[in-house]
C-alpha cells in the first residue's frame, strides 16, 4: 500500500495559513493521483482536494479558491497551501492515494493524519 506521512498540522486563527506536507514512499508516487481528504470532529470523512498524476487540480467547492494543492515529483511529496482559515475547516487532514469512479474521488490508502484546528 506504500507509506504516507503528514505533517505541518497546528492551531492558528480565523484568516491565518497553513501549509500541509505529506511524504509518500514504498509506491510508485509519479504514477499516483493524489488526495487530501478531512475529518471534522464528530463528522464523517470529506474530499477536499486532488492533483492527478499530470498536474491536473480538483477541489471541493468549500475550499476553491483557498486551498492550493501541488506535488514535488523529485521530492515524492504533496502539499496543501491552507489560506483565508476558516473555524469550518478545523479537521483531522489525511493524505491520500487517489482513484477516481463516476466522477467522485475516492482514497485507496490514507496517512495517519495531522490534525488542523482552526480558533480564535
Known amino acids: 500500500e506504500g507509506l504516507l506521512v503528514e505533517s505541518g498540522g497546528g492551531l492558528v486563527q480565523p484568516g491565518e495559513s497553513l501549509r500541509l506536507s505529506c511524504e509518500a514512499s514504498e509506491f510508485d508516487f509519479i504514477e499516483e493521483d493524489m488526495s487530501w481528504v478531512r475529518q471534522p470532529p464528530g463528522e464523517g470523512r470529506e474530499w477536499v482536494a486532488t492533483?492527478?498524476?499530470?498536474?491536473?487540480?480538483e477541489y471541493a467547492d468549500s475550499v476553491k479558491g483557498r486551498f492550493t494543492i501541488t506535488r514535488v515529483n523529485a521530492n515524492n511529496t504533496v502539499h496543501l497551501q491552507m489560506d483565508n482559515l476558516k473555524t469550518e475547516d478545523t479537521a483531522k487532514y489525511y493524505c491520500?492515494?487517489?482513484?477516481?469512479?463516476?466522477?467522485?474521488?475516492?482514497?485507496?490508502?490514507r496517512g495517519q493524519g495531522t490534525q488542523v484546528t482552526v480558533s480564535s
Open positions: 492533483v492527478t498524476s499530470s498536474g491536473v487540480t
Open positions: 491520500a492515494r487517489a482513484l477516481k469512479l463516476s466522477g467522485r474521488w475516492y482514497s485507496k490508502a
